[in-house]
């Protein structure tokens, strides 16, 4: 899934292509928009696939303080024939960094908002959830802070994790356990600005992140209780520009 620029119209273009065999198919036009901030795809639930963007009206391009909105599209079992755009949601704020990740029998996305433009410091964060036909109503994650970057990742049995560092060095974590989030929690108070969050196996996650040193240090992340456990022996003066 890409974006492209339409010349006849001067719009942004979000297009799809798959690769069922050695080649890649054409590309397929799935919507338009004035602008599109942030984009994120995965395999649907149900078959086929589901793309999801936030955009601006063309009104907005050039706007530092945007109305934006959520919106998705979902492609039968062959990716070939895509819906119409429908929305997911609609703010007076900038919606961006998308992120998309399958966790169990859901999908889970996650963005982050914020009314003070792009040079502002505090962003909301909120999640929201696919069932396989239709999403929730997207909720507060993390109330308006400093959140430098996040990351999430998610498996097949124990639903996703989400990490955020945030001002003066916070680090945080919240799980979607399949039925529930929890709340958040801090794991460490001396993070930078990058940090990169995967499951290495169905119970066990692993984090690096930039400290306040400038190295690159490593969590993990037991699923099954719910412990975090930081490994002594970080990747010493890496000056990391995104882990």
């Not at 602008?35 to 907005?60: M, Y």
């Not at 996040?150 to 955020?164: E, K």
């Amino acid at each position: 899934v890409f974006t492209g620029t339409d010349p006849a119209t001067g719009k942004m273009t979000i297009m799809a292509s798959l690769r069922p065999g050695t080649a890649w198919g054409a590309p397929v036009n799935i919507a338009s928009a004035g602008g599109v901030i942030s984009l994120v795809a995965r395999e649907n639930l149900a078959g086929g696939w589901v793309v999801a963007w936030s955009e601006i009206d063309a009104s907005d391009v050039g706007n530092p303080y945007p109305i934006s909105t959520i919106k998705y599209a979902v492609s039968d079992a062959t990716g070939a024939t895509w819906s119409a755009p429908k929305e997911l949601t609609s703010n007076l704020d900038a919606m961006f960094d998308l992120k998309l990740v399958s966790a169990g029998d859901t999908l889970v996305l996650t963005y982050l908002s914020t009314a003070e433009g792009p040079r502002g410091e505090n962003r909301s964060l909120f999640s929201t959830l696919w069932d396989g036909t239709k999403w929730s109503t997207p909720e507060l994650r993390i109330p308006s802070q400093p959140i430098q970057t996040y990351d999430s990742a998610g498996n097949s049995l124990d639903g996703s994790l989400l990490t955020a560092a945030t001002g003066k060095g916070g680090l945080l974590s919240l799980r979607w356990d399949g039925r529930t989030w929890t709340a958040s929690q801090s794991i460490a108070t001396n993070a930078g600005g990058a940090i990169s969050l995967r499951f290495s196996n169905a119970d066990v996650a692993v984090l690096a992140w930039e400290n306040s040193q400038g190295s690159i240090a490593f969590s993990m992340y037991d699923a099954i209780f719910g412990e975090w456990t930081h490994l002594s022996i970080p990747i010493q003066d890496a000056s990391p520009d995104d882990c």
